[in-house]
């Protein structure tokens, strides 16, 4: 299994933009699904995003659609989420996780501010 280090995390005011970074190592990533999640203080982890290997399959939590985007580089082994129009609500940790082997980063902190 490879590493997953997340970054680009931040303070952001409501309506703004931020792009996450998931740079794993690992000859396999090219080949693996790869998903975006979040956990906010008292809640339990959520999905947000995913893409499959190909970057052709992706899902997106109905409270992002529209605001959020997913990508991946398999040439720079790494995924993206594009988050744009920033809530207050979408404030937590973020993790990306390789949906295949359940390797997870340590986490992106995003905090929103109204």
């Known amino acids: 299994q490879g590493q997953l280090v997340e970054s680009g995390g931040g303070l952001v005011q409501a309506g703004g933009s931020l792009r996450l970074s998931c740079a794993a190592s690992g000859r396999t990533f090219s080949r693996h699904g790869m998903g975006w999640f979040r956990q906010a203080p008292g809640k339990e982890r959520e999905s947000v995003a995913a893409i499959g290997w190909t970057g052709g399959v992706t899902y997106y939590a109905d409270s992002v659609k529209g605001r959020f985007s997913i990508s991946r580089d398999n040439a720079k082994n790494t995924v993206y989420l594009h988050m744009n129009d920033l809530r207050p609500e979408d404030t937590a940790v973020y993790y990306c996780?390789?949906?295949?082997?359940?390797?997870w980063g340590q986490g992106t902190q995003v905090t929103v501010s109204s």
């Open positions: 996780a390789d949906t295949d082997t359940d390797s």
